[in-house]
């Protein structure tokens, strides 16, 4: 972008302000004698020409909407339209969620995000041994149709798009939303969402899992498969970084572990005879956004970058829709303190300007009180008025990229890069070549649980040496009371869910969920896709656990040998 004489003359130019002006005041020295993000990465006390030298337009920024997507996916970005206001809801049951939902839509939430209990999540049903004390206590408690029918009540699932947060069992809800969809003449080419459904997450960072690795990963091809032919509008995974990030790994792991999981699932998909142009547009992605601005942006953006460059040399990806990244993004829950709770208000606020600066497609903003139990309504407000705030009042919607063309941006963005390929290369070597096998080896030697394990016992250290300042925490203290108004869950929850599950058994045909169930078996069997079977028997208000244990019979009870918490 500069030619050798510019930059000779910049360079010049430096030397003379580090002599003349820079040294006089370094006399006085600085607040700290390294400075580092919140990965620790070093950053430079300033950036110029010099730092972008080898830098590329057309190659590594181009314009918003065009290959490498640097930019932006989309030309216009916010100026079109802005990022969804997409706040994750769900504690209690399907009718406590429900008037949260409709809560949040009156509030000027323009898409919903659902959160489940752990039964659910684990694929058991509320009635089960391992499910006391658990139910709806972090999300909803989601056991059969019926319970989604409830969900959504007075709510056109033509009108919203919904977010589900949920994985080894994710099939069988994405199931249950097909369903009701069929139940309100909602032609399936028109489901608008997004299921979580990244199992190769979860042995990684969450640790949520039902049976082993492999067969997880044949199920969300499944899905990946199904959505392609019945609902194209509809994302069936998103491919997972939030969850890495939280179990304490760097912005660069993050982003690197989380493209490996993507492209595992491409992968999987040509393996299994599909066309990367055909379900390409289908994935999407979801980070983190932590407290670094400057880290996190040049993350964004690297992403975007290496995932084009990626999908078109590796995987002979052609359409512009199957090199777009589209990524969801959450404020970093493991930043929150429980010491001063409001002051979570800015760092959500920091964060969520990072993740509009860095062109996110759907955010989060966490709830100044999650640290310390499910958010109050005031919260959730407090947190939704934030983006809302974010997109009318401070101009950040308003230009497109606004950090590109920094010498700082641009150089951080070009170190992310250089760090993620690093990474995606040694896990492509795990693999002999291919990334979805290192994936998997990389997952059978605890190969991330120790990249992530070293990163966060490294910055506890920092922050226990006091080099990472945690404001509340370990500077400015205060002597306070860290018991705010809080919302519970009424302990009469679990008894209510009970009625209800039996009373579906008690009203449902006992022979056809039989039969659904041993239809979804033999499919299995015949390793044919699993996901009209799986229809079939929510349909037949075969309850979660039922179909859960389906699987569990071919495959093991992976969650008994190794326990997810």
């Known amino acids: 972008m500069f030619d050798e004489q510019e930059l000779a003359e910049i360079s010049q130019q430096r030397e003379s302000w580090e002599a003349e002006t820079l040294d006089p005041s370094l006399e006085r020295g600085e607040r700290k004698e390294r400075f580092a993000t919140v990965s620790n990465h070093e950053v430079d006390r ?40 997409r706040q994750f809801a769900g504690f209690g049951t399907a009718e406590e969620t429900n008037e949260r939902f409709h809560y949040l839509i009156d509030e000027g939430q323009t898409g919903l995000s659902t959160a489940f209990d752990m039964p659910s999540l684990m694929g058991i049903d509320s009635d089960h041994p391992m499910s006391e004390g658990e139910v709806g206590k972090e999300g909803v408690a989601v056991d059969t149709l019926r319970d989604m029918e409830i969900l959504f009540d007075g709510i056109d ?17 994405y199931a ?17 969402g997004t299921l979580q459904n990244d199992m190769l ?26 959505a392609v032919e019945e609902t194209p509008k509809f994302h069936p995974v998103s491919i997972s970084g939030y969850h890495i990030r939280e179990a304490g790994s760097t912005a660069a792991q993050e982003a690197a572990f989380t493209l490996a999981d993507g492209f595992a699932y491409v992968e999987d998909c040509l393996e299994r005879g599909l066309d990367v142009d055909e379900f390409g547009p289908l994935l999407s992605f979801f980070f983190n956004s932590h407290n670094s601005i400057f880290e996190e942006v040049a993350k964004f953006r690297a992403s975007r970058r290496v995932y084009a460059r990626l999908m078109e040399e590796w995987y002979g990806a052609d359409e512009p829709e199957s090199k777009r990244m589209k990524f969801h993004t959450q404020t970093a829950g493991q930043s ?71 010498f700082a941006i641009e150089k951080l963005t070009n170190e992310m890069e250089a760090e993620i390929m690093d990474y995606l ?38 922050v226990e040496r006091g080099e990472e300042v945690v404001v509340g925490v370990n500077e400015y203290t205060i002597e306070e009371d860290t018991s705010p108004e809080l919302l519970h869950v009424d302990e009469t929850t679990r008894d209510r869910q009970l009625e209800r599950l039996e009373q579906v058994k008690a009203d449902r045909d006992d022979a056809a969920v039989d039969a659904t169930l041993e239809a979804l078996s033999d499919a299995i069997e015949r390793e044919e896709n699993v996901m009209p079977y799986i229809v079939d028997a929510v349909k037949a208000y075969a309850t979660m656990g039922e179909i859960m244990q389906v699987f569990e019979d071919h495959h093991g009870a992976y969650r008994e040998e190794i326990s997810p918490v």
């Open 425 to 462: 290369e040694e896990i492509k070597a795990m693999g002999d070549g291919s990334i979805r096998d290192g994936v998997l080896e990389g997952i059978n030697q605890g190969y991330y649980h120790r990249e992530i394990q070293e990163a966060s016992y490294e910055y506890q250290q920092r």
């Open 201 to 226: 997450k979860e042995f990684i960072a969450q640790k949520e899992w039902v049976i082993p690795p492999e067969p997880s990963l044949e199920i969300v091809t499944d899905t990946i498969e199904f």
């Open 336 to 406: 929150l303190t429980a010491q001063q709770p409001l002051n979570n208000i800015v760092r959500v606020t920091i964060q969520a300007l990072a993740g509009v600066f860095g062109g996110t497609q759907s955010l989060h903003t966490n709830s100044f009180d999650e640290a310390l139990a499910l958010p109050s309504e005031k919260a959730v407000r407090v947190a939704l008025r934030t983006q809302q705030i974010i997109a009318e009042e401070s101009g950040a919607a308003d230009i497109v990229d606004p950090m590109g063309g920094s």
């Open 46 to 85: 300033l950036y110029t020409p010099e730092d972008i030298a080898d830098l590329e337009f057309d190659e590594d920024l181009g314009f918003p909407g065009e290959p490498p997507y640097t930019r932006g996916p989309y030309p216009t970005m916010y100026r079109g339209r802005t990022w969804t206001m």
């Open 176 to 192: 249950m939303y097909i369903a009701l969809a069929d139940q309100q003449g909602v032609p399936r080419d028109e489901v608008r």
């Open 157 to 173: 699932i033509d009108d919203v798009s919904t977010s589900f947060t949920i994985n080894p069992s994710a099939a069988v809800i």
